[in-house]
């Protein structure tokens, strides 16, 4: 089972973590599963940039990014190469280290 490490962030996971996870599961997924309550406001239907993490080892073992991720992706707070919506990128067979930011762009939170 591969492991995905989460870098620690002071509001989800001030302690960070190591999740081993099922192939095929999605990042959102696996957090969610493990107590790690990242954001999710579309409900994991690709349609917000909430879930949006970096990816900062293993980028290259995950599934291809569809248009309409890297579309919405172009919204994202604090986008890097290595940038994905966690309800999109697919684990394969290979460790992944995860940053969450900061911030996310999420109006409901932010009640707006």
């Known amino acids: 089972m591969p492991v995905i490490k989460i870098l620690p962030h002071p509001e989800y996971c001030p302690q960070g973590a190591e999740l081993k996870v099922a192939t ?5 997924e696996a957090l969610l599963d493990n107590g790690i309550h990242i954001e999710h406001a579309c409900d994991m239907s690709c349609a917000c940039t909430t879930c949006h993490v970096i990816v900062r080892e293993g980028f290259n073992s995950l599934n291809e990014p569809e248009e309409v991720e890297e579309d919405l992706l172009d919204r994202a707070w604090g986008l890097e190469p290595q940038s994905r919506l966690s309800c999109q990128a697919i684990v394969a067979r290979d460790n992944l280290t995860v940053e969450i930011p900061k911030y996310s762009i999420n109006h409901a939170k932010e009640n707006h």
């Open 24 to 28: 095929g599961t999605n990042i959102c």
